[in-house]
Antibody
């Protein structure tokens, strides 16, 4: 079964750091680009960051650029999101998601994890 | 990050057909494919439509997508109670080099 499982969420003070992980299984992880998407309480979905299958292509939303770092370890089938200088507005449920196609333009995200909750509060 | 524009809510009775619109710009919908997601809060979003009008396997043909210029639409025919959820459109934005989502449309089945 194709699965993604996030971990690493929790309660952190403003200005603090947290690292999220996303473990993939049931598919060849190294063949797919991956993304992080978040949903703040009472808000809609917001794309946070994406990384190509080999890790060379990386993109960020303006809201997190310079504070968050996406990376992956294909030998461990794991995606990461290092979050620094956290703010209250980063409080959200964070999902990892797989890009639908192994190559070509963006064609949607077809596999999603259940999410991990990040709360930024003093 | 700019968002695509969706109506905040939509509704219909069982069996009806409803459509949800999504408006963007030349840098996103105008030049890239649109996808649609169904989402129940607190659960994993589900890809409903990719490449403007394609359904992943397992998605009923009651769901259909279309695109024209800088706008797109999701249509749901034969509305069922289990269709009650939030629906999001999304597309790549070539100016932002990232994915932009619509604000979401909450569908209520009356």
């Amino acid at each position: 079964e194709v699965q993604l499982l996030e971990s690493g969420g929790g309660l952190v003070q403003p200005g603090g750091s947290l690292r999220l992980s996303c473990a993939g299984s049931g598919f060849t992880f190294s063949n797919y680009g991956m993304s992080w998407v978040r949903q703040a309480p009472g808000k809609g979905l917001e794309w946070v960051s994406g990384i190509g299958s080999g890790g060379a292509r990386i993109d960020y939303a303006d809201s997190v650029r310079g504070r968050f770092t996406i990376s992956r370890d294909n030998s461990k089938n794991t995606l990461y999101l290092q979050m620094n200088s956290l703010r209250a507005e980063d409080t959200a449920l964070y999902f990892c998601a797989r890009r639908r196609t192994m190559s070509g333009g963006f064609s949607g995200m077809d596999v999603w994890g259940q999410g991990t909750t990040v709360t930024v509060s003093s | 990050q700019s968002m695509l524009t969706q109506p905040p809510s939509a509704s219909g009775t069982p069996g009806q057909r409803v459509t949800i619109s999504c408006s963007g710009s030349s840098s996103n919908i105008g030049s890239h494919a649109v996808n649609w997601y169904q989402h129940l809060p607190g659960t994993a979003p589900k890809l409903l439509i990719y490449d403007n009008d394609q359904r992943p396997s397992g998605v009923p043909d009651r769901f259909s997508g279309s695109k024209s210029g800088t706008s797109a639409s999701l249509a749901i025919s034969g509305l069922q109670s289990e269709d009650e959820a939030d629906y999001y459109c999304a597309a790549w934005d070539g100016s932002l080099n990232g994915v932009v989502f619509g604000g979401g449309t909450k569908l209520t089945v009356l």
